[in-house]
């Protein structure tokens, strides 16, 4: 494995030592959960609200009740391997 390459992985593997933030989703009845630091590192939005004193951070919750559960985690997922997959149902 590259020096490079090798450096990434820790520096992604690093990301995973931080806080949990609980994901609501569809109207609160699915709970994701989530590594601040993933969420921080891959959305300035996500940065700007996690770096504020607003209730989510307070709360370590975020709340995209009004998105289904399922494309929250695809969401979510995509954040940890760097890649989208489109599902299609069945």
């Known amino acids: 494995m590259s020096s490079k390459v090798y450096s990434s992985l820790i520096i992604d593997l690093n990301l995973l030592t931080s806080e949990i933030i609980e994901v609501l989703a569809e109207s609160g009845s699915r709970k994701l959960f989530v590594h601040?630091?993933?969420?921080?590192s891959k959305s300035n939005h996500l940065r700007s609200v996690m770096g504020?004193?607003?209730k989510e951070?307070?709360?370590?919750?975020?709340?995209f009740s009004d998105w289904d559960g399922d494309t929250v985690g695809w969401f979510l997922q995509s954040m940890y391997v760097n890649d989208y997959q489109i599902h299609e149902p069945n």
């Open 57 to 63: 951070v307070t709360e370590k919750k975020i709340d």
């Open 52 to 54: 504020s004193v607003w």
């Open 36 to 40: 601040k630091d993933i969420l921080t």
